[in-house]
C-alpha cells in the first residue's frame, strides 16, 4: 500500500467520521455554488429536503482518488480525479442495495451499490487536470480504472460509465 493511498484512506475516514452521527439535515453542510450532484432515496445524511446536494467544492473537500487509463470514448490515456464512489456512498450512508444513476440527458443506469468498491469508480469532476464542461461529459462522469483489471473492461461497466452525471437514487 503507497503513501498516497494510506493518507487517502485516513482522510477519507476523517471525513466520514464527521457525519457519522448522521440523521438529520443539518449533518451535511448545505452546497454555496450551484448544486451539480443530488443523492436521494435509501440514504442516511441529507442536507435538502431528503436528499443530499452537492456543488463541486463539496465533492473537492472530499477525500480526492485519481487514476490514469484509457477509455473507449477518449484518445489515449488520461487522468481522471474526483471522488471514490464508495467514499460518496458512505458519506451519505447509502442503505439500498442498487444505485440507480441519472444523467443531464435522462439517460440511467443501474448497478449493485457492491460494485462502487475502493478501487474502483470515481465521480470524476476532473479529466486530465480541468474540470469537464457538460460537450466534454461534464461536469461529472462515473469512471472506471478499465486499464487496471479486465473486470472493468465489460459491456456492462462500459454501460455504468454514465457521464454528465446529475443525480444518483440509492434503492433498496
Request: aromatic share 8%; proline share 5%; with cysteine.
Amino acid at each position: 500500500m503507497n503513501v498516497t493511498r494510506i493518507a487517502s484512506t485516513i482522510a477519507a475516514c476523517l471525513w466520514i467520521a464527521m457525519f457519522a452521527t448522521a440523521g438529520q439535515a443539518a449533518d451535511l453542510p448545505s452546497p454555496e455554488g450551484d448544486v451539480i450532484l443530488t443523492v436521494s432515496g435509501e440514504i442516511g445524511v441529507t442536507n435538502r429536503d431528503g436528499a443530499a446536494v452537492f456543488d463541486l467544492e463539496m465533492l473537492k473537500a472530499m477525500p480526492e482518488a485519481s487514476f490514469k487509463t484509457s477509455t473507449i470514448w477518449t484518445e489515449g490515456e488520461n487522468e481522471f480525479r474526483g471522488v471514490r464512489l464508495s467514499d460518496l456512498l458512505e458519506a451519505v450512508d447509502a442503505k439500498g442495495s442498487e444505485l440507480h444513476a441519472i444523467a443531464l440527458n435522462d439517460y440511467a443506469v443501474d448497478f449493485p451499490t457492491v460494485d462502487a468498491v475502493p478501487d474502483g469508480p470515481i465521480v470524476a469532476y476532473q479529466m486530465n487536470g480541468k474540470e469537464m464542461s457538460i460537450r466534454d461529459k461534464g461536469p461529472l462522469w462515473i469512471v472506471f480504472p478499465y486499464d487496471q483489471d479486465a473486470k472493468f473492461r465489460t459491456e456492462l461497466v462500459y454501460s455504468q460509465s454514465i457521464w454528465q452525471l446529475d443525480r444518483i437514487e440509492i434503492r433498496k
